[in-house]
């Protein structure tokens, strides 16, 4: 089975950190690219950040960029997310995705995968930023 689960989500405040994992069993991570989403209440889940199969390649959106860095461990079968001067607004579930066959789409905003190539979910972890 398939499976992706997220961990180290939390309460934190602004201006913290955190550190979330998202880790692949019955399958290896390496084979497949990954990407952050995050979904606020009310609202759509939106992609923030994705790598490649080696971690060679990243994306990160406007709304992270400079705060939050991907990376993986292709021998843990895990990526990470080092989430830095969290602000009110990242409070959201962050889910972890991962797709095999994975397009870039390039726009004034930046480059960032397409959606529609991750296939294999994690159930989200809850980060609330709060003083």
């Known amino acids: 089975q398939l499976q992706l689960v997220e961990s180290g989500g939390g309460l934190v405040q602004p201006g913290g950190s955190l550190r979330l994992s998202c880790t692949a069993s019955g399958f290896s991570l390496g084979n497949y690219a990954v990407a952050w989403f995050r979904q606020a209440p009310g609202k759509e889940r939106t992609i923030f950040s994705c790598t490649d199969r080696t971690g060679s390649i990243k994306h990160y959106s406007s709304a992270v960029k400079g705060r939050f860095a991907i990376s993986r461990d292709n021998v843990k079968n895990t990526v990470y997310l080092q989430m830095d001067n969290l602000k009110h607004e990242d409070s959201a579930v962050y889910y972890c995705?991962?797709?095999?066959?994975?397009?870039?789409?390039?726009?004034?905003?930046?480059?960032?995968?397409?959606?529609?190539?991750?296939?294999?979910w994690g159930q989200g972890t809850q980060v609330t930023v709060s003083s």
């Open positions: 995705a991962g797709g095999r066959n994975v397009n870039q789409r390039v726009t004034n905003l930046g480059t960032m995968c397409e959606e529609d190539g991750f296939t294999t």
